[in-house]
């Protein structure tokens, strides 16, 4: 690793990247490479593959335990998790989601011929705004979806006011939230459902997979006729339903993930607070704060990047960092509704959302979890630091390049 001292150092005019190897944004957790493979070794001689297998049960048990649910039903992965439990709570005509998300979201809806009405965000949490929900509740709403953006819940308890004076259905998309906790309550307690990912780039994760939690014992029982075909015994279908079945091996990385979950937490936090360190004071760089947070699980480092005082944009920012292979993420530009088809669809939506665009423009995820730490993470910062007070001079290259 060399040292950023000079414009002639950085690697957009160099070519020569202060990392050899590149650093990404959700790479994914591996835990206790022994006992994975000992469990896989396991579920090879027992021959039990998928079909609601011993380590599917046992994941689902420890997931419930953990988060003080009655009912998990783990899936293959979230997206189908969330179209079936949209399906299960009969959510059809229009639904309110902030597009500031993963396109999954929105997807999981447009899907099954249900509307996504795209629902501005707040400023400074990223999350649903719910003084905006009012306005867009038509006779054709029947339910909300927060999302609990960077693991952060958003506002549930204004979620709960709104959807039970308006007789609406409330689903939150937890995606990020695993772990995280509201008013004392773990995250997966809320609303009829919540849905988390364990997605490979989730910081607990099964390869593929997603989880569906709830207290509500008929929903519970819909949603694990719906995952499974509809299968109520060996030849009985009673129901429509899909796939959405977890695979024993999925399960065995999701078990192993568990118990490494808090040396996760525990190596992302220390991440967070090295990037506090260490981008400390840098003009127009502002890192999205937990610290007010019950019990954050720090997986997603998000920076601020504001141009009138940073004097560099996002995007430039962006393309210096992977220069020096940081790759850096713009997580979720440029918001569900200026994607296909929603930007077809409603093409007024841009008007409507001003701070989902000013912070799809501004925001930058940068990469933390178990492989790297305060070394790499002070380089980070070192080229964040001179990007910014070198702006003018480096913007001036850019153009003569
Ligand atoms: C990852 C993610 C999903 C989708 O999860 P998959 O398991 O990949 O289907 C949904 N919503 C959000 C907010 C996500 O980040």
Request: aromatic share 8%; charged share 25%.
């Amino acid at each position: 690793m060399h040292k950023v001292n000079s414009i002639e150092d950085l690697a957009i005019f160099t070519g020569k990247p202060v990392f050899d190897n590149q650093l990404f944004v959700g790479r994914p957790n591996i835990g206790n490479r022994e006992r994975f493979l000992e469990r896989v070794n396991d579920i090879l001689d027992r021959r039990w593959l998928t079909n609601d297998g011993r380590y599917v049960q046992e994941f689902e048990r420890k997931l419930e335990n953990l988060l003080g649910v009655k009912h998990c039903i783990v899936t293959c992965n979230a997206t189908i998790a969330l179209e079936i439990v949209i399906r299960a709570l009969g959510m059809e005509g229009e639904v309110i989601v902030p597009s500031f998300t993963f396109i999954a979201t929105a997807h999981a809806l447009q899907w099954q011929q249900i509307t996504p009405v795209f629902c501005d965000i707040e400023a400074d949490t990223h999350c649903i705004d719910p003084a905006r929900i009012e306005k867009l509740i038509t006779p054709r709403t029947t339910g909300i979806i927060g999302v609990h953006l960077w693991g952060r819940p958003c506002d549930i308890g204004a979620l709960e006011e709104i959807t039970r004076r308006r007789s609406l259905k409330l689903l939150f998309d937890a995606a990020h939230a695993f772990g995280s906790f509201y008013k004392g309550k773990m995250i997966g307690n809320f609303g009829y459902a919540e849905v988390f990912s364990f997605h490979a780039t989730k910081f607990v994760h099964t390869f593929e997979g997603g989880a569906i939690v709830t207290n509500d014992s008929r929903l519970a029982e819909r949603l694990r006729l719906m995952k499974n075909f509809g299968f109520r015994g060996y030849d009985d279908v009673v129901s429509v339903g899909t796939n959405g079945k977890m695979s024993e091996i999925s399960a065995v990385m999701g078990l192993t993930s568990l118990e490494s979950m808090d040396e996760f937490i525990a190596a992302n936090h220390a991440n967070y607070l090295s990037y506090k360190k260490h981008c400390a004071g840098i003009p127009g760089i502002k890192l999205l704060s937990y610290d007010h947070l019950e019990k954050p699980n720090y997986q997603h480092i998000v920076v601020e990047v504001h141009e009138s005082q940073a004097g560099i944009g996002r995007d430039t920012l962006v393309e210096i960092l992977h220069a020096e292979n940081v790759i850096a993420r713009r997580y979720f530009y440029p918001g569900c509704h200026a994607m296909e088809p929603y930007k077809s669809l409603f093409p007024e939506a841009r008007r409507r959302l001003p701070n989902t665009e000013a912070v799809a423009a501004r925001v930058v995820s940068l990469p933390t979890g178990p492989t790297i730490g305060e070394q790499e993470i002070a380089v980070i910062g070192e080229i964040i630091r001179f990007a910014v007070g070198n702006a003018g001079e480096i913007k001036k290259r850019i153009q003569k390049r």
